[in-house]
């Protein structure tokens, strides 16, 4: 099946009431026929779900069709894109483990890796995501798992998925991809040798800004920890986000298209632009990675960044003239949206983590929508005017 069947047609079994769209079961627990059936569940013997912290049919039905995309054999699905990254970090990481990830990650992983795991006595080295080298050193056999985002949030830095899991085997460091700015439908890092695929599905998953949503997929026995603690700690999908999310991946693969076309076409004219400095896109002749994301992507994105000739001043006049262009925080919405990173997503992070992740004063994010590519442009040009 291809990844527009799979996100339309997997779908939860159908109840006595015979529905074609998968109902929302906004129920906290579920009933037994008896005692001895309430027992038999709770040993793990019975089939179906025990209580929505858990399980429950709408995230089952989500989990299913992300692996099912990703080609992955097991799954969790959680409250947001941070409680994903933090669940997984903190199912798998113990006092004196030591933790390798890339210096180009959203700002709030980071934080997460620079300030709260240390707390906790765990080991953390930062790598710049392009020093081959540094890799090299920084893994060890103390190296418990390796992180990364490819393409990365805001920079867009790739790296190449499979040399790392062929650097991560011989240590037997569990490799997790947050492949947030790809989905599934560009990249499936886990066949390309990572063990853990992470997504923020409040992004394009959802694609319409309205919920907030994570998920975990990899091989069972690193999902299982991540499914343990998760149940036990809580930071679980409500029902009702799992069911858009379930919906929202019926569109994913032709909101995909429409997306990166757009993104492409406006990196093209951006780069021509008097008043922008640098304009970075995956599948633009220019991106220091362009071969690898030929190679790890199937399109370019949807995300695209320019660095402005006029600093932060020309950013915010940029900002401040747009008519269409939403000015938020969020990014894979149908809605074209632009965003200062260095004053928003990331200003918790010091001027020198900010330089790390190649963001600068002058750097601007734009999250190209679904809107008509020549609107999306006209607004653009008009505010530069
Ligand atoms: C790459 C990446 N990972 C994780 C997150 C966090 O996701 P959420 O906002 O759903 O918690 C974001 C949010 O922007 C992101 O861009």
New binding site residues.
Partial sequence: MEDSTKGIRLQTDRTSYREHSSPIFMTSSFIYDNAEHAEEMFKGEGEGDIYSRFSNPNTSELIQKLCAMEQAEDGIVTA??????FNTLAAHLQQGDHLVASNS??G??TYIINHILPQWGINCTLVDINDKEGWINAISPKTRMVFI?TP??PGLELIDISWLSKLCRPHKAILVV?N??ATPILQKPLLLGADIS?H????WIDGQGRT???AVVGKKEVIAPIFDFLRRTGASMSPFNAWILSKSLETLQLRMQRHCDNAHSLADFLQHHDKVAKVKYPFLKNHPHYSLAKKQMTMGGGIVTVDLAGGKTECFNLINNLKMLSIT???GDSRTIITHPSTT?HSKLSNEEKLKAGISDSTLRISVGLEHIDDIIADIVQAFK
């Avoid at 947001?80 to 990254?85: D, N």
């Fill in positions: 947001s894109g941070m409680a994903a990254i990650l959203f709030n992983s985002e990365s949030n947050d947030c700015f992470i923020s599905a409040t992004k907030l949503g994570g925080a969020n990014l997503t």
